[in-house]
């Protein structure tokens, strides 16, 4: 089969083009189709799905090796999202039949996804016409920002496979933008997937740096809440991090609220 003939993969990160996670799903997607990678120059983690002024916009093209195999690939001077952007409009040869954003260092879960930007990739992705996947692996917060060995993206990548396989051949459904999926830092192949809502739960807790001198430079940190009993059943959370799955959770770009418009209106309404 001809590469114009096979299903075309755009597939990025948050991470950085040079991130293990990414490669490990390159390797894992190339068996469905041709891939073109199209990923941040550096690191971008929490750039949700911003698209900023002062990204210098430059795409390099480089040259990695994967398991002995060589890839072309396209590292670009901007967030996730530009990078999307950049891969379908620019690089790409023609319009992807799937976006995949992954495979991120540390989950992104409940609240926190409008901050990821491995979903905010995949939600570009969305935006621009296409189905999406956002893949993410648990892993210790010291490890989000590394390029570490710690983290086996063996099971990530066979289940990126899988849910990208069924992506490419399933009808998409009206309203569902991205599928965002969760899994467990010591998941195996036969773990089980379990479909979630997000968690409305607080997962990712800040830690309070106010003890800093004033005028010292600082950041606000974050640790994973253990109040697991806050995680409501059939959460992505829950799913995660009590029943030990893979949490499948279908994201929209729709935000408005499943409010009872007139309902709300009523209560807006100023009594005359």
């Known amino acids: 089969m001809l590469a114009k003939d096979k299903p075309l993969i755009l597939l990025t990160n948050d991470d950085g083009i040079r991130s293990p996670g990414l ?3 390159a390797d894992a997607l190339s068996e469905l189709g041709f891939v073109v990678v199209a990923a941040p120059r550096e690191q971008s983690s929490g750039f949700s799905r911003s698209l900023p002024n002062s990204s210098d916009g430059l795409i390099l093209k480089e040259e990695v090796t994967v398991r002995e195999k060589k890839w072309d690939v396209f590292a670009v001077g901007g967030s996730p999202a530009q990078a999307v952007q950049r891969g ?4 790409a040869p023609r ?6 954003a992954g495979i991120n260092y540390g ?3 409940g609240l926190g996804v409008t901050i990821s930007g ?4 995949a939600l570009e992705g969305a935006a621009l016409g296409i ?3 956002a893949v993410s692996i648990e892993a210790e917060p010291r490890l989000h920002l590394s390029y570490s060995d710690e983290v086996d993206f063996t099971t990530a990548a066979f289940f990126t496979q899988r849910f990208a396989a069924i992506a490419l051949q399933m009808e998409w459904m009206s309203d569902m933008d991205v599928l965002k999926v969760e899994v467990p830092r010591d998941a195996t192949t036969a773990t089980p997937w379990k479909m979630t809502r997000l968690t409305r739960a607080k997962y990712y807790v800040p830690i309070d740096h106010s003890q800093n001198e ?3 430079p600082s950041r606000v940190g974050y640790t994973v809440s253990q109040a697991h009993e806050t995680f409501e059943p059939g959460s992505d959370a829950h799913a995660l991090r009590v029943l030990r799955q893979v949490a499948v959770t279908p994201l929209s770009l729709d935000l408005t609220a ?6 709300l209106e009523n209560a807006l309404r100023i009594p005359d």
Not at 258 to 263: A, E, G, I, L, T
């Open 23 to 25: 490669w490990a799903a």
């Open 88 to 91: 379908v409009l620019e690089i």
């Open 95 to 100: 319009k992807p039949d799937l976006v995949v």
């Open 107 to 109: 989950e992104n879960v």
């Open 118 to 121: 491995t979903v905010g990739a």
């Open 131 to 133: 189905p999406s996947l």
């Open 214 to 216: 004033a005028g010292e």
């Open 258 to 263: 499943k409010v009872d418009f007139q309902v």
